[in-house]
């Protein structure tokens, strides 16, 4: 997942709102969005190199999204699976190694609370204060103009009063470059600039989308792509949080 936004209990009617991209290597295999079968309670895609996700929900009331934070010298190999992480959060066991990691940051809701964090450049957690979030591959909520879009997006959404995600979908394909950063190190290379990234070896594998209403009632649906950029698969779900 290279770009996201969240809006947190920032919306009378919804508690949480997400709506983000995945990209990745095409080669690298992955199960789309289901309930996992293992009795973990998990609704994510799973990756099937590293054996975890990149992001999902239970119906525990747990949410977790991490994406990858670019450093000049690139991931280092045989390093923990980030996707292992966001595993033990959603099934609430506490995560294990984050220093070994490759850098990322990362998105969590448990009991009630939402919370930031990072391993770069030193481990850190944080409440994360209610309104509208960015996630890139940068720092948390630098401005790249590329997330900008998405919390855009969502905020155009939670305004319109809709409920389908359709509009939201549509502005996750979007393929055209957002304007220039304002300053250096807002932004990735042009390549990465879009939100979505049409590339036939590393682009864009899956779009999703989350709304929990603040009643708990939830839905969650992902949209995956092939690598010519053709929409290949969509699965919805519907889960339920406690309220408290």
């Known amino acids: 997942?290279?770009?996201?936004?969240?809006?947190?209990?920032a919306h009378p009617d919804w508690l949480l709102v997400c709506a983000g991209?995945?990209?990745?290597f095409h080669a690298r295999p992955a199960v789309p969005l289901s309930r996992w079968s293992d009795g973990s309670g998990i609704i994510a895609g799973t990756d099937l190199t590293g054996g975890g996700t990149w992001l999902g929900v239970t119906e525990a009331?747990?949410?977790?999204?991490?994406?990858?934070?670019?450093?000049p010298e690139g991931p280092q190999p045989g390093r923990p699976s980030r996707g292992k992480l966001v595993t033990d959060l959603l099934t609430g066991r506490a995560p294990q190694n984050m220093e070994a990691m490759n850098p990322f940051n990362l998105v969590m809701v448990e009991n009630g609370t939402a919370s930031f964090l990072t391993n770069f450049?030193?481990?850190?957690?944080?409440?994360?204060?209610?309104?509208?979030?960015g996630l890139s591959n940068g720092g948390f909520d630098v401005p790249w103009p590329k997330t900008l879009e998405v919390q855009a997006a969502?905020?155009?959404?939670?305004a319109a009063g809709e409920d389908d995600f359709s509009s939201l979908l549509h502005a996750l394909r979007n393929?055209?470059?957002?304007?220039?950063?304002a300053h250096p190190g807002q932004g990735p290379e042009p390549r990465f600039a879009p939100v979505f990234i049409g590339d036939a070896v590393y682009g864009t594998r899956c779009s999703t989308v989350i709304a929990i209403r603040h009643d708990g009632?939830?839905?969650?649906?992902?949209?995956?792509?092939?690598?010519e950029g053709a929409?290949?698969?969509?699965?919805?779900?519907?889960?339920?949080?406690?309220?408290a």
Do not use: Q
């Open 175 to 181: 393929e055209c470059p957002g304007p220039a950063p």
């Open 1 to 9: 997942m290279c770009v996201a936004a969240v809006a947190w209990n």
């Open 21 to 24: 991209n995945r990209d990745e």
């Open 231 to 243: 929409a290949t698969y969509e699965h919805a779900t519907n889960f339920k949080w406690p309220v």
């Open 121 to 133: 450049p030193i481990l850190e957690r944080r409440a994360l204060s209610p309104g509208m979030h």
């Open 154 to 158: 969502i905020e155009r959404w939670m």
């Open 217 to 227: 009632t939830g839905r969650i649906v992902e949209r995956s792509y092939s690598e």
């Open 61 to 71: 009331g747990r949410f977790a999204l991490v994406t990858n934070y670019r450093v």
